[in-house]
């Protein structure tokens, strides 16, 4: 700016619009005057707006040059947009020389509903995640608080995102103060005149509330600034975090073991107790030195984003910052992803179909068993093949050779070589090393058929043999045209795998559910465990879930699929923006990495065996002959004394 110059410029919109169109759960406003802006206080400075004009004052040229040279000169390398409106037109004159910290930058002005803006910091979402970006925002103070309004509004805090804002009055700083929320990392300038401002950078205190805390007050001319400094401009995030100071945060769960134990007091209060999800956040809480709460949510559900918009379940928790984390076996998915912050898989499963242990088969064709279908037919063809080349082995003998033979045709022939399957013994004698070379592969090729016979027979009936299980969703369409009914819990990420399909073996699979009786088929699977051993059910479970449960009440008695599907990490849901995500992210990675994560899910596990629980004891125990098995097994070894029924033939 070539010269110093002032405006008139009321607040009273601004303070209006504030406070008029704030969403009350997205920004709460403190209770009582401890926490620094009451009701009254807000009343106060609207009030004070209303009676009073501002005289803003603005920095000159140089100063702002110097000014934006030591702020780009104390903050790490980042993307740069500088957003003003025609109050800070004259500004953008200042900011056209590059910093050697800026990796990009673009200059965008003012528009209403901020589009230019929010497309830049969305593009740059996406092409550089990894990098910081620096908002120097020279609005007036109804802009300014509209653009912060909108933030909270669409939740775009993000910790990658500095906002560096131009103010001229205490009241556009308190008022910035209770539109702030945690996530949104902001840098006030508070202009004291044409050649100072008052630095001030937001910090979190004990109670949850962004604050400012004064960092210096800056001169044109002053040497050696940063030295000065009370408190640094930009702090890093995981060192901030390191340390909540016993800051108490909420957490959002359901019951459900082995995950999350949760146990209501006398208060109303719920304890984490048990489970290794709950031993995860013991550590985090230890780890980062903060308390916590407990909390489930209305509905019970895991939930998700739906199509009306709304979002339910313990993500909807985080969503609406009800919750700073949520955690209860949370399948990191896409649509989730796209309105919440997931930490780093903590563990890997993947989903299964559970069912009753299929009903043991013994019937009176187990006989048939041992062979297919086309290996009866073959031994069935063979002794007539057999007799038909013996019997022209043996005309050609007495045409030929001249050898007298008595009462041998193909009819003797064939009988006796059924006898030799049968083991009984053979009525014919051969004299001729022909007849005898035959009989004797004959003999070998009947001692193979019998002995395998024998050797399958007692095997299928000694070992118990089942209907056909369900073993992958390809089975599923014939297991429900014979009566099962398919399960999965409802309203989570096991549902909306089907129900978001629509191609596929899934889309297929969500056409087999109970869409008419909805509660048939979208349950709370927990309760499922103890019906499926009454009625024909099979549920969609994740295979963590479903052990542990089958567990508690007999192994035995439920059969898990053979093929898994769709793989699926858990991890600790955040609101949008969390800036202490990176923290747990490094505790998390500790904990992985030192294996106990997985030792407290064995643990609890072990948990369940020693209970003692004795219903999979037969499954394990020496089975002895029942007499169902004792018929067959009489059969194997009697069917060689049956009597013949045919007298000793000689051939000479």
Excluded at 389 to 406: E, G, H, P
């Amino acid at each position: 700016m070539a010269s110093r110059f002032s405006i008139i410029y009321t607040t009273t919109l601004g303070c209006l619009l504030l406070i008029t169109n704030c969403d009350p759960e997205r920004l709460p406003l403190p209770a009582n005057a401890e926490d620094g802006l009451a009701d009254n206080k807000v009343t106060a400075l609207i009030s004070a707006s209303k009676k009073q004009e501002i005289q803003m004052q603005f920095l000159s040229a140089k100063a702002s040059e110097e000014l934006f040279a030591f702020i780009f000169s104390v903050s790490p390398p980042h993307i740069f947009y500088f957003l003003y409106d025609e109050t800070y037109k004259d500004m953008s004159s200042v900011l056209t020389t590059p910093s050697n910290n800026w990796i990009s930058y673009a200059v965008t002005q003012f528009s209403q509903d901020f589009t230019p803006l929010l497309g830049a910091l969305s593009s740059s979402l996406v092409a550089a995640s990894s990098s910081r970006r620096h908002v120097l925002v020279a609005c007036n103070e109804e802009n300014t608080l509209a653009l912060f309004r909108l933030i909270s509004r669409r939740n775009l805090e993000s910790p990658s995102i500095w906002w560096i804002v131009m103010v001229t009055s205490e009241n556009t700083m308190q008022l910035l103060q209770l539109a702030l929320r945690e996530g949104s990392q902001v840098i006030a300038i508070q202009i004291t005149g044409m050649d100072s401002v008052k630095l001030h950078a937001s910090r979190m205190d004990s109670a949850g509330l962004v604050r400012f805390q004064d960092s210096g007050v800056w001169t044109l001319g002053h040497k050696d600034f940063t030295s000065k400094m009370s408190r640094s401009l930009f702090y890093d995030l995981d060192a901030r975090y390191s340390n909540f100071e016993r800051r108490k945060l909420t957490g959002t769960a359901n019951s459900v073991t082995p995950f999350i134990v949760l146990e209501k007091q006398d208060d109303g209060q719920l304890i984490l107790t048990t489970g290794f999800e709950g031993s995860v956040i013991k550590a985090l809480s230890k780890t980062l030195n903060f308390t916590y709460r407990m909390m489930t949510p209305a509905d019970g559900q895991w939930g998700g984003p739906l199509p009306n918009g709304s979002v339910t379940g313990l993500i909807g928790d985080v969503y609406r910052r009800q919750a700073h984390f949520a955690m209860t076996s949370i399948t990191i998915t896409q649509a989730r992803e796209r309105i919440i912050d997931f930490t780093y898989p903590y563990h890997t499963d993947s989903l299964t179909l559970v069912s009753r242990t299929p009903k043991r088969e013994i019937s009176a064709s187990a006989v048939f068993s041992p062979f297919s279908a086309e290996v009866w037919y073959l031994i069935a063809s063979t002794p007539f093949a057999f007799s038909l080349v013996v019997f022209f082995q043996v005309w050609i003998t007495k045409t030929y050779l001249r050898i007298k033979t008595s009462k041998y045709s193909f009819s003797n022939i064939f009988i006796n070589a059924c006898a030799s399957l049968l083991r009984q013994e053979n009525q014919l004698l051969f004299e001729h090393w022909s007849g005898q070379t035959a009989f004797l592969l004959w003999y070998l090729y009947a001692f193979m058929v019998s002995a395998l016979y024998s050797g399958m027979l007692i095997t299928t009936i000694v070992i118990p043999s089942y209907n056909r299980p369900i073993d992958s969703l390809t089975d599923l369409p014939k297991a429900i045209s014979n009566g099962f009914t398919l399960q999965v819990a409802a309203e989570t990420s096991h549902e909306f795998l089907f129900k978001d399909a629509t191609s596929g073996i899934y889309a297929e699979t969500w056409k087999l559910f109970n869409h008419k009786d909805r509660s048939k088929s979208f349950v709370d699977t927990s309760l499922s465990y103890d019906e499926i051993l009454e009625k024909k059910i099979v549920i969609v479970e994740a295979e963590t879930a479903g052990k542990f449960r089958s567990m508690k009440r007999g192994r035995r008695h439920y059969y898990f699929a053979r093929d898994t599907f769709s793989p699926q990490n858990y991890g600790i849901a955040c609101f949008p923006g969390a800036p202490f995500i990176g923290k747990f992210n490094k505790v998390l990675s500790s904990l992985i990495e030192s294996g106990l994560i997985k030792k407290w899910m064995n643990e609890e596990f072990r948990k369940v065996e020693a209970q003692g629980t004795t219903l999979d004891e037969e499954a394990v125990a020496p089975r002895p002959f029942s007499l169902t098995q004792m018929q067959w097994f009489v059969f194997v070894t009697s069917k060689g004394n049956i009597p013949s029924p045919w007298k000793k033939e000689t051939c000479e």
